[in-house]
């Protein structure tokens, strides 16, 4: 069975910075590539960062582009999004997600993570 | 950057109504859109995937359609389980990108 758990989300003050983690487990962690989506209150959803599942290819959000940085650890079956330079519009539930089938690209979303919430403020 | 553009951005029915969903892309995607399902408080369910491949399990009333830039999603019979908000995705280039939503109520 296909399990996703995040962690890391907390109270951060503006320009600071959070380390989100998502642990997974019933897939073979490096055939996919992992992305992080997230939702600010009451707000639609926003594609935020995808890696390859070699950890080689990054790809981001414009908004996010430059202040977040997405890696793995493949040894860990764990992914990780560290986020700098905080800012009020960061606040948002983060979900991991992924495809069920392998492979990197030409991915859409059957498994999600429960999330965990990011909130930005002094 | 690939646009998403859904509509209407809520959409008032009834049990028994028939429900059609759009979802326009900036440029062409060919047929690699998802439609998801959220409930408030829960991640999203997915429904379709490339377009028109209903997921396993869920039920046959739902429906997708289209290519390119132009895509639906079709409720046939609107169940009381159904008053939901709806999302497409793009999946044909990173970065991906959600429509804006669509709130189907009551």
């Known amino acids: 069975e296909v399990q996703l758990l995040e962690s890391g989300g907390g109270l951060v003050q503006p320009g600071g910075s959070l380390r989100l983690s998502c642990t997974a487990s019933?897939?073979?962690?490096?055939?996919?590539?992992m992305t992080w989506v997230r939702q600010a209150p009451g707000r639609g959803l926003e594609w935020v960062s995808a890696i390859s599942g070699s950890g080689d290819t990054p790809y981001y959000a414009y908004s996010v582009k430059g202040r977040f940085t997405i890696s793995r650890d493949n040894s860990k079956n764990t992914l990780y999004l560290e986020m700098n330079s905080l800012r009020a519009e960061d606040t948002a539930v983060y979900y991991c997600?992924?495809?069920?089938?392998?492979?990197?690209?030409?991915?859409?979303?059957?498994?999600w993570g429960q999330g965990t919430l990011v909130t930005v403020s002094s | 950057d690939i646009q998403m553009t859904q509509s209407p951005s809520t959409l008032s029915a009834s049990v028994g109504d028939r429900v059609t969903i759009t979802c326009r892309a900036s440029?062409?995607?060919?047929?690699?859109l998802a439609w998801y399902q959220q409930k408030p408080g829960k991640a999203p369910n997915l429904l379709i995937y490339?377009?028109?491949y209903l997921e396993s399990g869920v039920p046959s009333r739902f429906s997708g359609s289209g290519s390119g830039t132009e895509f639906t999603l079709t409720i046939s019979s609107l169940q009381p389980d159904d008053f939901a908000t709806y999302y497409c995705q793009q999946y044909n280039t990173y970065p991906y990108a959600f429509g804006q939503g669509t709130k189907v109520e009551i």
């Open positions: 490339d377009a028109s």
């Open positions: 440029q062409s995607i060919s047929r690699w």
């Open positions: 019933g897939f073979t962690f490096n055939s996919h590539v």
């Open positions: 997600a992924i495809r069920g089938t392998s492979g990197d690209y030409y991915v859409y979303f059957d498994y």
